[in-house]
Nanobody, 124 residues
Framework: QVQLVESGGGLVQAGGALRLSCAAS????????LGWFRQTAGKEREFVAA????????NYADSAKGRFTISRDNAKNAMYLQMNSLKPEDTALYYC?????????????????WGQGTQVTVSS
């Protein structure tokens, strides 16, 4: 079993930045891809970014490219999402997840453990 806990969300003005963290416990996640997803009320959960087990491969949604950076620290069993130039449309509940695939997938079904989410609100 893996427990994932997100932190770092909050309220920020448009153009600002936030750094989300995802801490894993219960079992190491250093050998599996990890990902970030987000969801707003009434919408499906959507892919944001994913990273391979060693950080060598990253995958971003078009909406995140050039503004967000995903990274991980396997020694700390942790993953991060640096979000810059935030926009009101980035407002959502952000989830981290670990994958059973061997590559950093964009598909929700490829992730088997999920955190509870951290709220990001971007004001205009």
């Amino acid at each position: 079993q893996v427990q994932l806990v997100e932190s770092g969300g909050g309220l920020v003005q448009a153009g600002g930045a936030l750094r989300l963290s995802c801490a894993a416990s219960g079992r190491t996640v250093s050998s599996v891809p990890l990902g970030w997803f987000r969801q707003t009320a009434g919408k499906e959960r959507e892919f944001v970014a994913a990273i391979s087990w060693n950080g060598g491969i990253t995958n971003y949604a078009d909406s995140a490219k050039g503004r967000f950076t995903i990274s991980r620290d396997n020694a700390k069993n942790a993953m991060y999402l640096q979000m810059n130039s935030l926009k009101p449309e980035d407002t959502a509940l952000y989830y981290c997840a670990s994958s059973w695939r061997r590559y950093p997938s964009r598909q929700l079904d490829d992730y088997d453990y999920w955190g509870q989410g951290t709220q990001v609100t971007v004001s205009s």
